[in-house]
């Protein structure tokens, strides 16, 4: 596969359009690791905004970590998860029940606990998780917004390790 992916940038890369090509595809791939760091998703809801991003154990300080009992691996990940309520001009955390499912691409779908952390008077929620490299997810949450009766729903598509 090597020797192909070689001859096939090879040969783009003889024509002057091919080699701009190849210098564009070449940035992007140089930037994809940092660009997976984490990615921020959500999904609005009336008044409530649900928002969920990832990013592996690895790129978190270690103090970090510590302070909130996230486990170092390179097969861990953290799912971070917030329900915000707006209030005019203003955005609160708010308190919820919240539920977590991951799926890969083979049908296998595991639960992610997560809990409730109170930094500076915020509320959020975060799951730890194990991946395996380039292993594609598909996140599905579901969060109850403290006195309300209906839900938010969010599902994305995830991967991690690319590095």
Do not use: C
């Amino acid at each position: 596969m090597l020797s192909f992916e070689g001859r096939f940038l090879t040969q783009r890369a003889a024509s002057p359009a091919g080699l701009a090509t190849w210098r564009v595809s070449f940035a992007v791939l140089a930037l994809a690791p940092l660009l997976a760091w984490g990615q921020a998703h959500e999904q609005h809801e009336g008044n409530y905004v649900l928002r969920a991003s990832t990013v592996s154990a690895e790129a978190l300080p270690e103090p970090m970590r510590r302070a909130h009992g996230i486990p170092s691996g390179s097969g861990k990940a953290v799912l971070n998860v917030t329900v915000q309520r707006l209030l005019g001009s203003q955005t609160l955390n708010v308190p919820a029940r919240v539920e977590v499912t991951a799926q890969n691409l083979m049908g296998v779908t595991t639960s992610v606990d997560v809990r409730q952390v109170l930094t500076n008077g915020m509320v959020s929620y975060l799951g730890v998780y194990d991946f395996l490299p380039r292993e594609v997810l598909e996140f599905r949450i579901r969060a109850w917004p403290q006195g309300t009766k209906s839900s938010i729903a969010l599902s994305f598509t995830d991967r991690l390790g690319l590095q």
